[in-house]
T-cell receptor, first 110, second 116 residues
């Protein structure tokens, strides 16, 4: 099956810092989503981004489908950004189900 | 987006018993899924809940252990049967293929299960 690798696995930053999270995938995809899981376990969809660039406030994401990676940028981090960020993909070929990466645990210290 | 609720939000159960988790969506959706998230791990798809027919299970998950019902387009249940401590996890339902938002997947708040 498709492999989804996220890096770094853990990231600790001070409030106000910027960060870049990476997601590499091993096959062509037609669906890529970024999620944030807050400390209470709720999963929030941040972006649907199979290709191109999107921005939403302090967050932006870029997917380069031909090179099989996606980046999530967080600027001016706040403590509420803490949690785990997951990347998930659908393969173009085969069953249309989301496969999740292992996540990046982000801790923002005040 | 969709508003998704799950019941119960959390439970502590004894080994050998069963728990049924409910998932309710505020709009009709084609695709509903059940995931498991073991402590400190990522999400693993258990099955796709199909309306009016048997669920489609992923490798490693079987109907006898995780029976699923989907009587209509807004509701589904997942039962965790004959529980053991290894079943302690967060169980999440999710939906996809909403009217006007076909590709994005939305998750319920999850059910935290602890098996003693």
């Amino acid at each position: 099956g498709i492999q989804v690798e996220q890096s770094p696995p853990d990231l600790i930053l001070q409030e106000g810092a910027n960060s870049t999270l990476r997601c590499n995938f091993s096959d062509s995809v037609n669906n890529l989503q970024w999620f944030h899981q807050n400390p209470w376990g709720q999963l929030i969809n941040l972006f649907y981004i199979p290709s191109g660039t999107k921005q939403n406030g302090r967050l932006s994401a870029t997917t380069v489908a031909t090179e099989r990676y996606s980046l999530l940028y967080i600027s001016s981090s706040q403590t509420t950004d803490s949690g785990v960020y997951f990347c998930a993909v659908h393969r173009i070929q085969g069953a249309q189900k989301l496969v999740f990466g292992q996540g990046t645990r982000l801790t923002i210290n005040p | 987006s969709a508003v998704i609720s799950q019941k119960p939000s959390r439970d502590i159960c004894q080994r050998g018993t069963s728990l049924t988790i409910q998932c309710q969506v505020d709009s009709q959706v084609t695709m509903m899924f059940w995931y498991r998230q073991q402590p400190g791990q990522s999400l693993t798809l258990i099955a796709t809940a199909n309306q009016g027919s048997e669920a489609t299970y992923e490798s490693g998950f079987v109907i006898d252990k995780f029976p699923i019902s989907r009587p209509n387009l807004t509701f589904s249940t997942l039962t965790v049967s004959n529980m053991s401590p290894e079943d302690s996890s967060i169980y999440l339902c999710s939906v996809e293929d909403l009217p006007g938002d076909r590709e994005t997947q939305y998750f319920g708040p999850g059910t935290r299960l602890l098996v003693l």
